[in-house]
Protein backbone atom coordinates (compact mmCIF):
# COMPACT_ATOMS: atom_id res chain seq x y z
CA UNK A 1 0.00 0.00 0.00
CA UNK A 2 2.69 2.25 0.81
CA UNK A 3 4.87 1.57 -2.15
CA UNK A 4 1.78 2.29 -4.72
CA UNK A 5 1.23 5.84 -2.49
CA UNK A 6 4.90 6.72 -3.00
CA UNK A 7 4.57 5.83 -6.71
CA UNK A 8 1.15 8.11 -7.01
CA UNK A 9 3.25 10.84 -5.30
CA UNK A 10 6.14 10.24 -7.63
CA UNK A 11 3.66 11.42 -10.85
CA UNK A 12 2.42 13.97 -9.07
CA UNK A 13 5.46 15.76 -8.68
CA UNK A 14 6.43 14.84 -12.32
CA UNK A 15 3.50 15.63 -13.68
CA UNK A 16 3.26 19.51 -12.01
CA UNK A 17 7.27 19.81 -13.11
CA UNK A 18 6.06 19.45 -16.36
CA UNK A 19 3.17 21.51 -16.56
CA UNK A 20 4.56 24.29 -14.27
CA UNK A 21 7.11 27.25 -16.27
CA UNK A 22 10.13 28.54 -15.12
CA UNK A 23 11.18 32.22 -15.74
CA UNK A 24 14.75 31.06 -16.02
CA UNK A 25 14.73 27.67 -18.23
CA UNK A 26 12.78 28.50 -22.02
CA UNK A 27 12.98 24.74 -22.44
CA UNK A 28 11.15 23.71 -19.41
CA UNK A 29 8.44 27.14 -20.11
CA UNK A 30 7.99 25.45 -23.73
CA UNK A 31 8.76 28.44 -25.95
CA UNK A 32 11.63 28.28 -28.22
CA UNK A 33 12.36 31.68 -29.91
CA UNK A 34 13.64 32.26 -33.19
CA UNK A 35 14.06 33.81 -36.17
CA UNK A 36 12.21 32.06 -38.72
CA UNK A 37 13.56 32.45 -42.26
CA UNK A 38 10.63 32.39 -44.21
CA UNK A 39 8.77 34.77 -42.34
CA UNK A 40 11.41 37.39 -41.10
CA UNK A 41 9.62 37.33 -37.63
CA UNK A 42 9.60 36.32 -34.40
CA UNK A 43 8.02 32.48 -33.44
CA UNK A 44 7.17 31.11 -30.53
CA UNK A 45 6.78 27.23 -30.77
CA UNK A 46 5.37 24.61 -29.11
CA UNK A 47 3.76 26.30 -26.03
CA UNK A 48 1.57 24.58 -23.75
CA UNK A 49 -1.77 25.73 -23.66
CA UNK A 50 -2.93 22.80 -21.05
CA UNK A 51 -1.91 20.21 -18.71
CA UNK A 52 -0.91 17.38 -19.54
CA UNK A 53 -0.17 18.50 -22.72
CA UNK A 54 -0.22 14.52 -23.82
CA UNK A 55 2.26 15.84 -26.40
CA UNK A 56 -0.54 17.10 -28.77
CA UNK A 57 -1.71 20.02 -26.24
CA UNK A 58 0.40 22.29 -28.02
CA UNK A 59 0.20 25.71 -30.07
CA UNK A 60 2.64 28.42 -32.06
CA UNK A 61 3.05 31.99 -32.63
CA UNK A 62 4.39 33.64 -35.54
CA UNK A 63 4.72 37.15 -35.68
CA UNK A 64 5.16 39.95 -38.31
CA UNK A 65 8.82 40.96 -39.23
CA UNK A 66 7.62 44.32 -37.52
CA UNK A 67 7.41 42.83 -34.34
CA UNK A 68 10.60 43.35 -32.23
CA UNK A 69 10.63 41.78 -28.50
CA UNK A 70 12.76 44.80 -27.65
CA UNK A 71 11.34 47.50 -29.14
CA UNK A 72 7.96 47.43 -29.67
CA UNK A 73 5.78 49.08 -27.36
CA UNK A 74 4.04 47.42 -24.80
CA UNK A 75 0.68 48.07 -25.48
CA UNK A 76 0.72 47.40 -29.16
CA UNK A 77 -1.36 44.68 -30.50
CA UNK A 78 -1.88 42.70 -33.38
CA UNK A 79 -4.72 41.31 -35.19
CA UNK A 80 -4.48 37.65 -35.06
CA UNK A 81 -5.29 34.66 -36.97
CA UNK A 82 -5.93 31.30 -35.74
CA UNK A 83 -5.84 27.95 -37.81
CA UNK A 84 -6.87 24.83 -36.79
CA UNK A 85 -5.70 21.83 -39.40
CA UNK A 86 -7.98 19.34 -40.39
CA UNK A 87 -7.30 15.44 -40.71
CA UNK A 88 -10.66 13.69 -40.02
CA UNK A 89 -9.71 14.54 -36.12
CA UNK A 90 -7.18 11.45 -36.48
CA UNK A 91 -4.05 12.74 -38.40
CA UNK A 92 -2.65 16.06 -38.99
CA UNK A 93 -0.44 18.57 -37.48
CA UNK A 94 -0.70 22.78 -36.43
CA UNK A 95 2.30 23.11 -39.01
CA UNK A 96 0.23 22.04 -42.25
CA UNK A 97 -0.87 25.82 -42.19
CA UNK A 98 2.29 26.43 -44.17
CA UNK A 99 0.72 24.84 -46.84
CA UNK A 100 -0.51 28.30 -47.67
CA UNK A 101 2.36 30.11 -47.74
CA UNK A 102 0.60 32.88 -50.00
CA UNK A 103 -1.88 33.71 -47.81
CA UNK A 104 0.57 33.25 -44.67
CA UNK A 105 2.84 36.00 -46.36
CA UNK A 106 0.09 38.55 -46.59
CA UNK A 107 -0.68 38.17 -43.65
CA UNK A 108 2.46 38.62 -42.13
CA UNK A 109 3.24 41.78 -44.80
CA UNK A 110 0.18 43.43 -43.40
CA UNK A 111 1.19 43.16 -39.39
CA UNK A 112 -1.12 39.98 -39.24
CA UNK A 113 0.06 37.30 -36.35
CA UNK A 114 -0.78 34.01 -37.06
CA UNK A 115 -1.80 31.20 -34.24
CA UNK A 116 -1.92 27.32 -35.05
CA UNK A 117 -2.81 24.91 -33.16
CA UNK A 118 -2.45 21.45 -32.86
CA UNK A 119 -5.25 19.28 -30.80
CA UNK A 120 -5.36 15.77 -29.32
CA UNK A 121 -6.76 12.85 -31.78
CA UNK A 122 -10.20 11.34 -31.56
CA UNK A 123 -8.49 7.73 -30.86
CA UNK A 124 -6.77 9.27 -27.70
CA UNK A 125 -10.08 11.19 -26.81
CA UNK A 126 -12.73 8.89 -27.83
CA UNK A 127 -14.69 11.78 -28.14
CA UNK A 128 -14.96 15.04 -30.26
CA UNK A 129 -16.21 16.97 -27.91
CA UNK A 130 -12.95 16.55 -25.90
CA UNK A 131 -11.39 18.03 -28.79
CA UNK A 132 -13.66 20.50 -28.97
CA UNK A 133 -12.02 21.22 -25.22
CA UNK A 134 -8.78 21.63 -26.54
CA UNK A 135 -9.36 24.46 -28.88
CA UNK A 136 -11.21 26.25 -26.18
CA UNK A 137 -8.25 25.71 -23.77
CA UNK A 138 -6.06 26.88 -26.92
CA UNK A 139 -8.38 29.95 -27.04
CA UNK A 140 -8.05 30.86 -23.65
CA UNK A 141 -4.20 30.78 -23.01
CA UNK A 142 -4.13 32.88 -25.73
CA UNK A 143 -6.40 35.51 -24.68
CA UNK A 144 -4.50 35.12 -21.46
CA UNK A 145 -1.44 35.74 -22.27
CA UNK A 146 -2.53 38.32 -25.02
CA UNK A 147 -0.61 41.05 -23.37
CA UNK A 148 2.68 38.87 -23.40
CA UNK A 149 2.60 37.94 -26.95
CA UNK A 150 1.15 41.29 -27.97
CA UNK A 151 -2.62 39.91 -29.60
CA UNK A 152 -5.52 41.82 -30.06
CA UNK A 153 -8.22 39.67 -28.91
CA UNK A 154 -11.12 41.77 -30.07
CA UNK A 155 -9.42 41.52 -33.53
CA UNK A 156 -9.49 37.54 -34.46
CA UNK A 157 -10.15 35.57 -37.50
CA UNK A 158 -10.83 31.62 -37.16
CA UNK A 159 -9.76 29.81 -40.65
CA UNK A 160 -9.73 25.48 -40.61
CA UNK A 161 -9.62 23.19 -42.87
CA UNK A 162 -12.13 19.95 -42.90
CA UNK A 163 -11.86 18.83 -39.45
CA UNK A 164 -10.49 21.84 -38.46
CA UNK A 165 -13.06 23.90 -40.06
CA UNK A 166 -16.14 22.25 -38.12
CA UNK A 167 -14.07 23.32 -35.11
CA UNK A 168 -13.37 26.56 -35.64
CA UNK A 169 -17.11 26.90 -36.28
CA UNK A 170 -17.98 25.49 -33.18
CA UNK A 171 -15.65 27.91 -31.18
CA UNK A 172 -16.86 30.82 -33.12
CA UNK A 173 -20.51 30.71 -33.03
CA UNK A 174 -20.07 29.32 -29.35
CA UNK A 175 -17.96 32.08 -28.21
CA UNK A 176 -18.53 34.67 -30.36
CA UNK A 177 -16.58 37.86 -28.50
CA UNK A 178 -13.91 39.05 -30.43
CA UNK A 179 -14.36 37.10 -33.54
CA UNK A 180 -14.35 39.33 -36.74
CA UNK A 181 -14.64 35.99 -39.00
CA UNK A 182 -15.07 32.48 -39.61
CA UNK A 183 -13.30 30.81 -42.80
CA UNK A 184 -14.62 27.65 -43.52
CA UNK A 185 -13.33 25.21 -45.96
CA UNK A 186 -15.05 21.91 -46.68
CA UNK A 187 -16.11 21.62 -42.94
CA UNK A 188 -18.49 19.10 -41.58
CA UNK A 189 -21.45 21.39 -39.85
CA UNK A 190 -23.88 18.93 -38.99
CA UNK A 191 -22.45 15.65 -37.69
CA UNK A 192 -26.22 14.04 -37.26
CA UNK A 193 -26.56 14.36 -41.38
CA UNK A 194 -23.36 13.33 -41.95
CA UNK A 195 -23.06 10.01 -39.43
CA UNK A 196 -25.09 8.75 -42.28
CA UNK A 197 -22.22 9.02 -44.66
CA UNK A 198 -19.78 6.30 -45.16
CA UNK A 199 -16.77 8.47 -46.35
CA UNK A 200 -14.59 8.04 -49.82
CA UNK A 201 -13.74 4.33 -48.63
CA UNK A 202 -16.45 3.33 -46.54
CA UNK A 203 -14.55 2.41 -43.36
CA UNK A 204 -12.82 5.88 -42.57
CA UNK A 205 -12.23 5.77 -38.82
CA UNK A 206 -13.61 9.09 -38.08
CA UNK A 207 -16.69 8.54 -39.57
CA UNK A 208 -17.01 5.21 -37.78
CA UNK A 209 -16.46 6.88 -34.25
CA UNK A 210 -19.27 9.05 -35.49
CA UNK A 211 -21.32 5.81 -34.93
CA UNK A 212 -20.72 4.91 -31.66
CA UNK A 213 -21.78 8.65 -30.89
CA UNK A 214 -25.10 9.29 -29.16
CA UNK A 215 -27.18 11.56 -31.07
CA UNK A 216 -26.74 14.31 -27.98
CA UNK A 217 -23.01 14.09 -28.93
CA UNK A 218 -23.14 14.70 -32.25
CA UNK A 219 -25.63 17.45 -32.40
CA UNK A 220 -23.29 18.78 -29.43
CA UNK A 221 -20.86 19.14 -32.06
CA UNK A 222 -22.63 20.09 -35.12
CA UNK A 223 -21.76 24.11 -36.11
CA UNK A 224 -25.49 24.28 -37.56
CA UNK A 225 -27.21 24.26 -34.48
CA UNK A 226 -25.09 26.93 -32.84
CA UNK A 227 -25.81 29.91 -35.38
CA UNK A 228 -27.92 32.12 -33.93
CA UNK A 229 -28.44 36.34 -34.82
CA UNK A 230 -25.17 37.22 -32.64
CA UNK A 231 -22.93 34.74 -34.69
CA UNK A 232 -19.56 35.84 -36.59
CA UNK A 233 -19.58 36.20 -40.37
CA UNK A 234 -18.93 33.15 -41.85
CA UNK A 235 -17.27 32.47 -45.09
CA UNK A 236 -17.08 29.41 -46.97
CA UNK A 237 -14.98 27.69 -49.11
CA UNK A 238 -16.13 24.19 -50.36
CA UNK A 239 -15.77 21.90 -53.79
CA UNK A 240 -18.62 20.62 -55.63
CA UNK A 241 -16.99 17.42 -56.42
CA UNK A 242 -15.89 16.88 -52.27
CA UNK A 243 -15.88 13.14 -51.98
CA UNK A 244 -15.19 13.41 -48.46
CA UNK A 245 -17.98 16.28 -46.94
CA UNK A 246 -20.53 16.64 -48.96
CA UNK A 247 -21.27 20.29 -50.67
CA UNK A 248 -24.88 20.26 -48.90
CA UNK A 249 -22.98 20.20 -45.30
CA UNK A 250 -21.79 23.98 -45.88
CA UNK A 251 -25.36 24.74 -47.77
CA UNK A 252 -27.23 23.70 -44.92
CA UNK A 253 -24.85 26.06 -42.82
CA UNK A 254 -25.52 29.02 -45.41
CA UNK A 255 -29.50 28.39 -45.03
CA UNK A 256 -29.29 28.45 -41.29
CA UNK A 257 -26.87 31.71 -41.13
CA UNK A 258 -28.96 33.76 -43.71
CA UNK A 259 -32.30 32.82 -41.58
CA UNK A 260 -30.74 34.22 -38.87
CA UNK A 261 -29.51 37.26 -41.17
CA UNK A 262 -25.49 36.36 -40.04
CA UNK A 263 -23.36 37.55 -42.95
CA UNK A 264 -22.67 34.54 -44.70
CA UNK A 265 -21.08 33.72 -48.05
CA UNK A 266 -20.07 30.69 -49.79
CA UNK A 267 -17.63 30.30 -52.62
CA UNK A 268 -17.98 27.41 -54.72
CA UNK A 269 -14.97 25.94 -56.72
CA UNK A 270 -16.31 23.85 -59.51
CA UNK A 271 -15.50 20.47 -59.78
CA UNK A 272 -12.97 20.60 -57.04
CA UNK A 273 -12.07 17.61 -54.51
CA UNK A 274 -11.81 17.69 -50.77
CA UNK A 275 -8.66 19.69 -49.81
CA UNK A 276 -8.59 20.83 -53.37
CA UNK A 277 -5.88 18.66 -55.10
CA UNK A 278 -7.38 17.54 -58.05
CA UNK A 279 -7.26 19.84 -61.82
CA UNK A 280 -10.17 21.04 -61.02
CA UNK A 281 -9.39 22.71 -57.76
CA UNK A 282 -5.88 23.69 -59.00
CA UNK A 283 -7.15 25.24 -62.09
CA UNK A 284 -8.41 28.06 -59.59
CA UNK A 285 -6.02 27.83 -56.99
CA UNK A 286 -4.61 31.32 -57.71
CA UNK A 287 -8.07 32.96 -57.49
CA UNK A 288 -8.99 30.97 -54.23
CA UNK A 289 -6.31 32.39 -52.22
CA UNK A 290 -6.87 35.64 -53.48
CA UNK A 291 -9.87 35.66 -52.68
CA UNK A 292 -9.37 34.13 -48.94
CA UNK A 293 -6.53 36.99 -48.71
CA UNK A 294 -8.76 40.00 -49.63
CA UNK A 295 -11.78 38.59 -47.47
CA UNK A 296 -9.21 38.00 -44.17
CA UNK A 297 -8.02 41.68 -44.48
CA UNK A 298 -11.18 43.03 -45.12
CA UNK A 299 -12.73 41.63 -41.93
CA UNK A 300 -9.55 42.64 -40.54
CA UNK A 301 -10.17 45.83 -41.84
CA UNK A 302 -6.76 46.20 -43.10
CA UNK A 303 -6.78 48.08 -46.30
CA UNK A 304 -4.83 46.66 -49.42
Avoid at 9 to 34: A, D, M, Q, R
Avoid at 274 to 293: G, P
Wanted: aromatic fraction near 10%; charged fraction near 25%.
Amino acid sequence: MRKNIFIVLILIVLLSISCHTSNYNPIVEGIIKSMDTDTGGVVYRDLKYKCPTFYRRLLDIYMPPSFDEKTTPKDKKYPLLIHIHGGSWIMGDKKLFRYSDALNMEMWKNDVAIATISYRFAKQTLSLEAIEKDIYYAMEFLKNNSTKYHLDINNIILWGQSAGANLVLLYGLKNPEGISCIVDEYGPTDILALSDYKGPDGDDDSYGMMKIMSKRQRKAVSPYYFVNKNSPPIVIFHGTADEVVPISQSEKLVKKAKENNVTVEINYIEGGNHVFTNKASKKVEKQRMKKMIETILKYFKIKK
